[in-house]
């Protein structure tokens, strides 16, 4: 890649990852789970740019219910904490790149921005920083560059770009981007104006896409100076632009939900004429589905891909992904099984793209099996459900249950100071010394013994040990969601669960 000082990344790490539930959650997105290797998914991305772009240079931006996640998740690359960009809600693309190229801008009058998706699979690092090098190049000219995938098969589940063989015009008087180096040699740079950006298509559309040598996938991409980008944003986003101006001080969230929901590809890119493409041969996937992850990994002689505990017999064509029990298949073809403790996942490949319908209806129903794990990780720890009983009188209205968790608290850390309006707890320490306040009160309490903490209490567990500590938690009351609790002080700065 080019050492320009001015080069900088971006990675957009806010995404929820429907398609990939049960393994993905609203609160434990795709990109901090490991789904190909031991690093997980952002750390993949971060790894593979570390050594060509500085820390202090790499930029993330995510849901602010995701920072701790992030912040631990990316720890070992020392990104300075500032460089990590909390969005209120998700805006989609648009928003967010505006906003990092508005502060890079301002840092930074020369920014050139590699927008990066932080859940992509790219098997073929070491082209792909080459093909990084030659964007970088066609930056500086002012073009706005997107890498496209040469189609493997005819795939619904991406976006498509319309190739034109007409030739890109030079934005800079004497410099034809036409013959680059890459890599440490000499050639052409292949490059082209994009013609169309086209939405994720039916089969048949899929199939005459697959044939025709001028439809790439869409990767997501994106190389380009932060000042052509604000320009363009200007141009055609002209509400979302001036906006931008005020995200800062304590008007930020309110002006953050005043602004558009709406994807860079469609707000801009879609009406720029200054969209080009490089074709990118990288082993690039955008792990959209569980049928793209089994795509992109290897496979048995059978072509099954089983990371379970798992005993098969004449099953072909599986991905199979466990967690704590054993599996067993017999005489199975081309399906996806997904099982974690608390959501079993059963599909054809073919149709893994619905597993986002599975999710809506677990979003109406109210169901929290879209929201998080039986092991919920917090900044200062976890927790797990163990049992839950929530009570019901004999008319069907609620009535006194009870929920059983195993909580571990990490050494020095402790929750908030908070408490629970209608619930009581009883802490039965397992293993390590608890340090608890109740009231003014503050007691350790040892392996083996226990607490009552009533409802309306307030009250604070920690671990002042340099060893891990785990209590079992009961408790009672009539409602026993986590959305009951009151913060009166928090480590984490956290306002709400």
């Known amino acids: 890649m080019a050492k320009e000082k001015s080069v900088y990344a971006v990675i957009l790490a806010g995404g929820v990852g429907s398609r990939f539930w049960p393994l993905s959650r609203q609160l434990e997105p795709k990109q901090f789970h490991s789904v190909i290797g031991k690093r997980t998914l952002i750390q993949d991305t971060v790894w593979r740019i570390k050594d060509k772009i500085k820390n202090d240079k790499i930029f993330l931006v995510t849901n602010s219910a995701y920072f701790f996640d992030l912040q631990k998740q990316i720890a070992s690359f020392r990104i300075p904490k500032q460089n990590i960009l909390l969005e209120p809600e998700g805006k989609s693309t648009a928003p967010a790149i505006g906003w990092v190229a508005k502060c890079l801008y301002n840092r930074d009058p020369e920014a050139i921005m590699i927008v990066l998706p932080s859940d992509h699979l790219i098997l073929k690092a070491k082209k792909f920083l080459q093909i990084l090098d030659s964007a970088v190049r066609l930056a500086l000219e002012d073009h706005l560059v997107t890498l496209g995938v040469r189609p493997a ?43 169309r950006f086209l939405e994720k298509p039916n089969q048949q559309k899929a199939d005459e896409y697959f044939r025709d040598k001028h439809y790439l996938w869409n990767s997501g991409i994106f ?51 200054k969209v080009v493409t490089l074709p990118a041969e990288i082993g690039w996937s955008d792990l959209g589905s569980w049928q793209a992850l089994s795509q992109a990994v290897k496979k048995d002689k059978d072509g099954n891909i089983i990371r379970a505990d798992c005993i098969n017999l004449d099953s072909k064509g599986l991905f199979v992904l466990g ?23 059963v599909c054809r490949k073919d149709l893994s793209q619905r597993v986002k319908d599975i999710v809506e209806i677990l979003k109406k129903k109210r169901r929290p099996e879209h929201i998080l794990h039986k092991t919920v990780k917090r900044p200062w720890g976890s927790y797990t459900v163990l049992n839950v009983n929530r009570g019901f009188s004999a008319k069907g209205r609620p009535a006194s249950g009870w929920k059983i968790k195993l909580v571990e608290v990490y050494p020095g850390n402790r929750l908030s100071l908070q408490l629970h309006r ?30 009552y903490i009533p409802a309306q209490k307030l009250h604070r567990l920690g671990n002042p040990a340099k060893t891990p500590l785990r209590i079992v938690e009961v408790q009672t009351g009539n409602y026993l969601e986590e959305d009951d609790i009151v913060r009166f002080k928090d480590d984490y700065e956290r306002l709400k669960t």
């Open 153 to 195: 098969r005819p795939d619904t589940g991406y976006g498509y770009l319309k190739i034109s063989e007409k030739r890109p015009p030079r934005r800079r008087a004497g410099k034809a981007p036409a013959r680059q180096k890459s890599g440490g040699q000499s050639g052409k740079l292949e490059y082209y104006m994009v013609e």
């Open 323 to 345: 967690s704590e029990r054993l599996i067993t298949t017999v005489g199975l073809r081309d399906l996806v099984l997904v099982d974690t403790p608390d959501a079993l996942l």
């Open 223 to 273: 190389v380009w100076k932060a000042r052509v980008i604000l320009e363009e944003m200007k141009r055609y986003l002209p509400n979302l632009y001036t906006r931008l101006e005020d995200l800062k001080g304590e008007g930020f969230n309110r002006v953050w939900k005043k602004l558009p929901t709406i994807s860079i590809d469609y707000g801009i890119l879609e009406k720029s004429r």
């Open 422 to 451: 209608k619930r009581a707890e009883h802490w039965v320490v397992v293993e390590g010394i608890a340090k608890v306040q109740t009231g003014k009160q503050i007691r350790l309490v040892k392996s083996n013994q226990s607490i």
